[in-house]
């Protein structure tokens, strides 16, 4: 798969060129800092917080054994050591065509993506590496869940004993690469090797970005600028090399935003913790769950649909001080609601950086996360403009239906094998979308690569230079999967704005699970089918 990237690259392109001219397109936590939520099934489900270590039993000192001594240092002298890559072989290694020669990035995604981090001159990664960042193997998470989480990313990358592998990382830092290497080798590859890329990092060779890279900001300048934004600095921290170019030297535009579920006391804001300076949005504001369809059942009949962009900059813009030339940086816990308002800020042109990693290479990095302060918005007077510069940023129902009646070219992608949403009362099968795959995540919540979710659509056979739709039921997760795709290149990927809640309520026709074509009637609150025959079935719709 590995040397399947140069094809990958070049489909890349072709999907950049055919979206010109479109719109802009999750170290051990300390005993003094929270741990962060997982992410959950709907926005509304209770967030389940990391477990909490062990308490460490006291015990007294046991004699030496020497016996055991012996044994530690026979393991410590047989323990794995790399050896070195030469430049030469890094550069064979990019060059040559063999998929059993694999070239390996050790850094944190960030890096690898196009960010110049760590104080190199240049952001991106070597041309043909794939990435094994090693803060995977140590960022605070659930042990089973990293150990199951790597097995299957070890499965996608083709992670094999029979190939060859040089880990590459930027001076050593944090002893990256010899991290990754040491994780190898546990898994039973011995054939790896170790390399200081600073030098062709710095030079420029062969190294490559991610088109829309940026659309994730690193923790490192977030952090930046809340230090100043929460008063611990006079001034920007222009060390961080981007700080400076990412808030234009307008340090005072720029809005440090916490966007997740609920009111800062209900959301994680401050039971976890926030990024210092950040204010709290709810994702309430820019969703304003409501009953389009009042005469279902109330628990079913509220939907968590974006409202419209209109809407959107003319009531919550202001209120939270956004104005069209402001620079948003999100910080969540959770990728979703960044990628939401990340979706309806970027149809306004507004310039937006959601944090990566969601809050884990915050937490990683080991910097503070605010328990006690509530920011309040300083609101303006209005957004500055009545335009919307990028409608197409977001996909609604028309086109949808466009894609789907074959007037339009592109695949809606969604809904599994069968569309059952714990939230939702409807379940069923939107005809003509397709089942794929998609992996568009890392296990620290940064981007994946993209031939990894391509490889989803190509195995369900969905053409890659069309337009291609990702749908869920409240649309949380199709915003994590189109943000993460755009921001990898994958330009072609849409965020649709509403999902599978919003079509069957709405009375669209839907598929059952034994294949009838039936809508939902809003006046008789059932399932009926073409004949107007009421549908009771339990897997249809549920029964109470």
Not at 465 to 494: M, S
Request: glycine fraction near 8%; charge should be negative.
């Amino acid at each position: 798969m590995q040397k399947k990237i140069l094809c990958v690259l070049l489909a890349i392109a072709v999907l950049a060129a055919l979206a010109a001219g479109c719109a802009v397109t999750e170290p051990a936590v300390s005993d003094t800092q929270p741990t962060v939520s997982e992410e959950v099934e709907t926005p509304a489900a209770e967030e389940a917080g990391t477990p909490a270590p062990e308490d460490a039993a006291e015990a007294t000192p046991a004699p030496e054994d020497t016996e055991a001594a012996d044994d530690a240092d026979l393991q410590d002298e047989t323990a794995f050591i790399a050896e070195e890559a030469t430049k030469e072989e890094v550069e064979n290694y990019i060059q040559d065509s063999d998929e059993t020669t694999v070239l390996v990035d050790a850094r944190v995604q960030e890096a690898y993506s196009g960010w110049a981090l760590e104080g190199a001159a240049n952001g991106g990664h070597l041309e043909n590496a794939i990435l094994y960042s090693a803060r995977w193997l140590d960022f605070a998470m659930d042990e089973e869940d990293r150990a199951e989480d790597l097995a299957e990313y070890n499965e996608k990358i083709g992670l094999s004993a029979d190939n060859s592998y040089i880990i590459y990382d930027y001076d050593g830092n944090k002893n990256a690469a010899e991290n990754v290497a040491n994780y190898f080798a546990a898994q039973g590859i011995k054939n790896v090797k170790v390399f200081n890329a600073k030098e062709m990092i710095d030079a420029g060779e062969n190294v490559v970005q991610y088109a829309n890279y940026d659309m994730f900001i690193p923790a490192e300048i977030v952090k930046a600028v809340s230090d100043y934004k929460s008063g611990a600095t006079d001034t920007l921290n222009t060390s961080v090399t981007q700080a400076a170019g990412i808030t234009e030297d307008n340090i005072d535009s720029v809005v440090l935003i916490d966007v997740t579920y609920g009111n800062v006391h209900e959301s994680t804001y401050l039971s976890d913790g926030h990024v210092p300076g950040a204010v709290h949005i709810n994702t309430n504001a820019y969703e304003r769950p409501r009953s389009y369809t009042p005469e279902k059942r109330e628990q079913y009949s509220v939907e968590y649909s974006l409202i419209t962009v209109e809407e959107f900059r003319d009531s919550v813009c202001p209120e939270y001080g956004i104005t069209k030339d402001s620079i948003v940086i999100a910080t969540s816990t959770d990728v979703r609601p960044l990628a939401r308002f990340g979706f309806m800020l970027r149809s306004l042109g507004v310039k937006y950086y959601a944090m990566s990693a969601n809050m884990n290479a915050w937490i990683y990095n080991g910097y503070r996360l605010d328990t006690e302060n509530i920011e309040k918005p300083v609101s303006v007077e209005s957004f500055g403009s009545s335009e919307i510069p990028y409608p197409d940023e977001i996909v609604w129902m028309d086109q949808v239906k466009r894609i789907l009646s074959g007037e339009e070219a592109g695949t809606l992608i969604g809904g599994d094998d069968f569309s059952t949403y714990g939230y939702h009362d409807l379940m069923g099968r939107i005809p003509g979308a397709v089942d794929a795959e998609e992996y568009a995540q890392n296990i620290d919540g940064t981007s994946a690569m993209p031939e990894l979710l391509l490889q989803g659509y190509i195995d369900a056979g969905v053409p890659t230079d069309e337009l291609i739709v990702p749908f869920c039921g409240d649309g949380w997760g199709a915003a994590r999967t189109a943000y993460h795709a755009q921001a990898v290149g994958l330009e072609n990927v849409k965020y649709w704005g509403e999902g599978w809640v919003v079509w069957s309520n709405r009375g669209n026709e839907f598929e059952t699970y034994d294949g009838r074509l039936v809508h939902y009637d809003k006046y008789l609150d059932a399932v009926v089918d073409s004949d107007g025959n009421i549908i009771v079935d339990e897997n249809v719709m549920k029964i109470e």
